[in-house]
């Protein structure tokens, strides 16, 4: 059930496609992927992973920000929100995946660059971008702009820039975390240019991962969403037009908290879908197990399990789009992206491991698919910046 108000015919139809896509392709291939040992199977050239991404390009989902410019601010915020939970309930790292796939037309966008939004924008279909920011020494630190280390140049980032006449130079690494990582084509690359400002200092450049002295390291094999690839990227004189660094450091923070504030925001929409589809199969598991002669949806402490599911499911999703209503038609507040990011995911952790103790021994198997949406939800609450960190930087904004 969805009890939004006042959805218009367009909207209905958006949310039923991206249901549909999320039910027929981003399910069912996301159950395949993850029983993948091999996590470089995940992206082989014969990987359903390529079938997901081509039906995405066909059912019209990807190119959503162009096909409702014309819509108010309110009204392209909330069909976001709509499709957001679908594609959770789908398949989270999928999800994840297709989102950041487009990653590098924000920036190219934002930079006015003829140049750039010719190369990216109107010429640049089929490529698939990246987040670039997480190192493999500084996770947290990358993102806690709020706070004293991030501007403290004993901190060295791994990941410089150095300016060279009308190019930059780039070295170093991003860390295993890089979503996308290893199938990208193009990188949104948050980088240092200026370390004596320590991470303040920082950079965001549109990078082609094609250059020379670009190479990537194994996909990264984890708990939970495996169907979302993410591995290293290294740099290795790596010489980029200056025009490409479309953010140096004047405007680096914030940047850094407009995109978390977006980031977070998104997140929080797409595990509302997470929890929902856990609540969902525990309710449908509920109605045709039986224990006791009945099934176990007739005993009152199923029953009351349920309904707690669905009102912390209801309570996330009202916070979600609360928030990103607000944040579309007003100047966005990042305390809030992080309160729905860290509320959602903590609630889809939570519902789903609730549903898997009402599954009881069947839960625990992979012939029930419970075990993989627990999976899921707890590495939600720490990617895209760990909820305890966040809680830090929100708390900040107080």
């Given at each position: 059930m969805d009890i939004e108000v006042q959805l218009t015919d367009q909207e209905r139809q958006i949310r039923d496609t991206a249901h549909r896509f999320a039910a027929e392709v981003m399910r069912p291939a996301g159950v395949a992927l993850d029983k993948l040992h091999d996590p470089a199977d995940v992206?082989?050239?014969n990987s359903i992973?390529?079938?997901?991404?081509?039906?995405?390009?066909?059912?019209?989902?990807?190119?959503m920000e162009e096909a409702t410019a014309e819509l108010s601010l309110l009204e392209r915020a909330r069909i976001r929100a709509l499709v957001s939970e679908e594609m959770g309930w789908g398949d989270s790292g999928l999800a994840i995946s297709l989102g950041v796939a487009n990653f590098h037309k924000t920036f190219a966008m934002m930079s006015g660059r003829p140049a750039l939004i010719d190369r990216w924008i109107k010429n640049g279909q089929g490529e698939i971008g990246c987040w670039a920011v997480t190192e493999p020494d500084h996770g947290s630190d990358s993102l806690t702009f709020t706070e004293p280390h991030f501007s403290d140049p004993k901190i060295r980032a791994n990941c410089i820039a150095r300016r060279d006449g009308d190019d930059y130079v780039i070295n170093g690494q991003k860390s295993g975390w890089v979503?996308?990582?290893?199938?990208?084509?193009?990188?949104?690359?948050?980088?240092?240019?200026?370390?004596?400002?320590?991470?303040?200092?920082?950079?965001?450049?549109v990078v082609p991962l094609t250059l020379p002295g670009v190479t990537k390291g194994k996909p990264t094999n984890k708990l939970g969403q495996r169907a979302l690839n993410q591995g290293e990227i290294f740099f290795d004189e790596v010489r980029i037009p200056a025009e490409n660094m479309v953010v140096g450091s004047d405007a680096y923070a914030a940047i850094v908290e407009a995109i978390l504030t977006g980031a977070n925001a998104s997140m929080g929409q797409i595990f509302v879908g997470v929890g929902r589809a856990a609540y969902?199969?525990?309710?449908?598991?509920?109605?045709?197990?039986?224990?006791?002669?009945?099934?176990?949806?007739?005993?009152?402490a199923v029953r009351t399990r349920l309904f707690r599911m669905f009102t912390r499911v209801e309570a996330a999703r009202s916070l979600a789009r609360r928030v990103a209503y607000y944040n579309a038609t007003n100047p966005p507040l990042i305390q809030y992206s992080i309160a729905s990011k860290t509320f959602c995911t903590d609630a889809a952790f939570w519902a789903a491991n609730e549903a898997l103790q009402l599954f009881g021994g069947n839960g625990q198997t992979r012939d029930f698919p419970i075990e993989k949406i627990m999976r899921d939800a707890r590495a939600s609450q720490i990617e895209d910046g760990c909820n305890e960190i966040l809680e830090i930087v929100g708390a900040a904004r107080l």
């Open positions: 992206i082989a050239k992973l390529w079938d997901v991404f081509k039906k995405h390009r066909e059912t019209g989902l990807a190119d979503s996308n990582g290893t199938i990208a084509t193009v990188a949104a690359l948050f980088c240092t240019i200026e370390p004596e400002k320590g991470f303040r200092g920082g950079g965001v450049a969902e199969m525990a309710l449908d598991y509920a109605k045709t197990r039986v224990q006791g002669g009945v099934p176990i949806i007739q005993h009152q």
